[in-house]
């Protein structure tokens, strides 16, 4: 496989010794050692509101079984509350 100049360019390889690299293959070998460490600025994608909610029923032993069907009326009539750390909720039933 031969990758272009320009991806090459975009590639720095880890894990490998210097040694393992042809010279000739245009690829960088990363330096080793904390002081060369580089950081690589990322912004993490928005989560879209029906993710956390799956996520947050996937957590809950009672729905850990039910259809995709159950899973989709559950979330489309779900309703999102928030409240502050140690407040009491309390539900009355009717």
């Known amino acids: 496989m031969t990758l272009f100049d320009q991806v090459k360019e975009k590639i720095l390889l880890v894990h490998v010794a210097k040694k393992d690299v042809p010279p000739d293959s245009g690829l960088k070998v990363a330096k080793i050692g904390f002081e060369n460490t580089i950081a690589i600025p990322v912004t993490p994608p928005k ?4 993710y ?6 996937s957590q809950i032993d009672v729905f850990e079984n039910i259809s995709l069907k159950s899973a989709r009326d559950l979330i489309q009539t779900s309703t999102e509350e928030h409240y502050l750390a140690g407040q009491i909720v309390e539900f009355i039933l009717h």
């Open 52 to 57: 956390k909610k799956i996520d947050l029923l």
């Open 47 to 50: 989560s879209l509101p029906i």
